[in-house]
């Protein structure tokens, strides 16, 4: 799902270093998630357009039980 609004968010951030972009979410919310090696050009361009950054990390050891 995707409109007009978001289609310019995700050019925007190919023209300013991202590598690749993927809409994640559903029901019309969720995340622009930008790959970038020049993360400081994307994230002005990204705050420019009045958009928010949400860090996030991988996490490389599988499933973990976290409380029980």
């Not at 991202?18 to 559903?26: N, R, Y």
């Not at 029901?27 to 020049?38: I, S």
Request: proline share 0%; charged share 25%.
């Amino acid at each position: 799902m995707s409109n007009g609004v978001i289609d310019a968010w995700y050019e925007r951030g190919m023209k300013n270093g991202a590598l690749g972009g993927k809409l994640v979410g559903a029901g019309g919310g969720g995340f622009l998630m930008f790959y970038a090696a020049d993360r400081n050009r994307l994230r002005h361009a990204m705050r420019a357009e009045g958009l928010e950054e949400v860090r996030f990390g991988f996490d490389f050891e599988g499933t973990k039980v976290v409380l029980s």
